[in-house]
């Protein structure tokens, strides 16, 4: 049980440091106007290259793939049903059916799945 621990902690560490040297070495130094505004052959742009985004359609798109990925998982419970004990299965598919109605009860309730505010 110790040498678990000791390895979680040393994947731990190693990871941090990895995360840290990524985040210290991806930093941009050198910011100019010139070089952050978009190219158009030597002209000035005529509109901004930033586009508004709505960040209500991504939060349902991110919902809609969550779920999607869900009913994927879903789908072999069926076939698993008859090469398992009954009890174990009914159980492990209550539990996920129950997690998966807490997860859409939560983003009901706070208002995530209106498409129109």
Same mark, same amino acid.
């Given at each position: 049980?110790?040498?678990?621990?000791?390895?979680?902690?040393?994947?731990?560490?190693?990871?941090?440091?990895?995360?840290? =040297?990524?985040?210290?070495l991806?930093?941009?130094?050198?910011?100019?106007?010139?070089?952050?505004?978009?190219?158009?052959?030597?002209?000035?742009?005529?509109?901004?290259?930033?586009?508004?985004f709505?960040?209500?359609?991504? =939060?349902?798109?991110?919902?809609?793939?969550?779920?999607?990925?869900?009913?994927? =998982?879903?789908?072999?419970?069926?076939?698993?049903?008859?090469?398992?004990?009954?009890?174990?299965?009914?159980?492990v598919?209550?539990?996920?059916?129950?997690?998966?109605?807490?997860?859409?009860?939560?983003?009901?309730?706070?208002?995530?799945?209106?498409?129109?505010?």
């Open positions: 049980m110790f040498i678990m621990f000791i390895i979680a902690m040393i994947i731990m560490t190693i990871s941090s440091i990895m995360m840290l =040297l990524a985040s210290l991806s930093k941009k130094t050198f910011f100019d106007r010139e070089k952050n505004s978009p190219f158009e052959c030597g002209f000035d742009p005529k509109c901004s290259a930033r586009l508004p709505s960040l209500h359609f991504f =939060l349902i798109a991110i919902i809609f793939l969550i779920f999607d990925v869900e009913i994927a =998982l879903l789908l072999p419970i069926i076939i698993i049903m008859n090469y398992s004990n009954l009890f174990i299965w009914f159980n598919t209550f539990y996920f059916i129950l997690i998966l109605l807490i997860g859409l009860y939560h983003e009901w309730n706070q208002g995530a799945l209106e498409w129109t505010n």
